[in-house]
């Protein structure tokens, strides 16, 4: 059996194990062998029976350095549901994969999945920016009339809430436009803040009507039922550190990566963490993407250049005066930082440090699409922006697939077995 072992894995690229469902001695000669695991299950399954498997997976994971993956074959492409199988808490699981039934009608799920496991996969960073980020549709669009098939999904604030809907709908932009959309016209509703101002404690709106609204597009589900992977990033304030997060509730964690200090409260963590917006520590988290193993890294960029010549106004400054200066027509307005302005500011000033650095190491193509007119909170500007986005990324897009026409072919064609083993006396 070793000499035959050894003839598969020198002469083909990629050997292929199906195991037993219980520990056998060739399920255990699998393990011994693998450097990729795939547990397979259906999304009725309540849980995975690994009672006996589970020390040599474990010992595979944390001591092999193998990769253990959970293929779920899901039974509706709709929303996940709290009721969703606890396979999350499998501690040595790296990701989840979901494949839609039936199988014929959801082959791009299969696809990605082979280009995952054989580093084949493109991987898409959307960075955060308030209403600009709504340009990240169009950028998406652009991508898919263009052939190019997004495996991965990632981003901060508003790019990881753009991120979210396509992770959850990948390849129906019609849907995501949707509920964006609404999510769009509860964000662009002055009036509806008001009752949501609050004593301004630790911030000036209680967040209710924002938790709602992120409830409203994905109900319960959680990041493990994502059609992508996706993971997204926010700023934990107690641990001073970055939060990445590929699993748990998925409207929270978009609702803890779009938390600008002062505007909503920290999500508050049974952990003790307090998380904010991830733009104050990572807003295009290319450097997290790479580390997911993908070969491509597309990256979207729409935080705001700030270029603008502001007033000396020295070392004071009264609203009362900047606000009659504006009403007086016999003088020149004068241009002073608003809050909005600088909440922008503090939210990128980490990222601007290193962003060369990001764009050099980690991402092949760069996008910078043009919306720097765009507010923060224009979000009633939706189509313009997402049209800004696509005629922007379209031209773009194939120049860069002309240049690299080896990446392109790479990530275009799965890559698929060259032998498989079997037991012949236990199945």
Not at 111 to 131: C, K, N
Request: overall charge neutral.
């Amino acid at each position: 059996m070793s000499a035959w072992l050894a003839e598969m894995e020198s002469s083909h690229q990629l050997v292929v194990f199906e195991a037993d469902a219980v520990l056998t001695p060739w399920t255990k000669l699998c393990i011994r062998q693998a450097d990729h695991i795939l547990l397979v299950c259906k999304d009725t399954d309540q849980e995975l029976d690994l009672k006996d498997l589970n020390p040599l997976l474990l010992q595979a994971y944390s001591i092999k350095n193998v990769e253990v993956n959970i293929v779920r074959m899901k039974s509706t492409t709709a929303h996940g549901s709290a009721n969703t199988p606890p396979l999350h808490q499998v501690e040595y699981v790296n990701y989840f994969h979901n494949i839609r039934m039936p199988l014929h009608e959801n082959t791009n799920d299969m696809l990605r999945v082979a280009r995952r496991l054989t580093g084949r996969s493109i991987g898409l960073v959307l960075g955060g920016g308030g209403a600009r980020g709504l340009a990240h549709i169009g950028i998406l669009k652009a991508l898919e009339e263009c052939g190019l098939d997004v495996d991965v999904v990632g981003g901060t604030s508003m790019g990881a809430l753009i991120a979210a809907l396509y992770a959850q709908y990948p390849k129906d932009l019609e849907r995501v436009i949707k509920h964006a959309r609404r999510f769009s016209s509860k964000a662009a509703n002055k009036l509806a803040k008001l009752f949501e101002l609050t004593l301004p404690i630790a911030s000036w709106f209680d967040g209710s009507s924002f938790n709602t609204g992120l409830q409203l597009e994905f109900g319960m589900t959680r990041i493990e039922d994502l059609v992508l992977n996706f993971f997204c990033i926010s700023t934990d304030i107690v641990k001073k550190c970055t939060g990445v997060h590929r699993s748990g509730t998925l409207w929270r964690y978009v609702r803890a990566s779009m938390s600008l200090q002062g505007y909503l409260p920290p999500i508050s963590e049974p952990s003790g963490s307090l998380l904010l917006d991830g733009g104050y520590v990572n807003n295009l988290p290319a450097d997290v993407m790479k580390e997911e193993g993908v070969k491509i890294v597309f990256a979207v960029d729409v935080g705001r250049d700030n270029t603008r010549d502001y007033f000396h106004y020295g070392d004071t400054l009264s609203g009362w005066w900047v606000f009659l200066n504006k009403l007086n027509p016999f003088t020149p307005t004068v241009q002073v930082p608003s809050m909005g302005e600088i909440t922008d500011a503090l939210a990128y000033a980490a990222f601007y440090q290193n962003k060369a650095y990001v764009i050099n190491h980690y991402v092949d193509l760069y996008f910078k699409p043009p919306v720097q007119a765009i507010g923060t909170l224009e979000f009633d500007k939706l189509d313009l922006t997402i049209q800004l986005g696509y005629d922007y990324a379209l031209p773009k897009i194939k120049d860069w697939m002309k240049k690299n026409p080896h990446l392109v072919t790479h990530v275009r064609q799965p890559h698929g077995a060259s032998a498989t083993g079997r037991s012949n006396s236990t199945r």
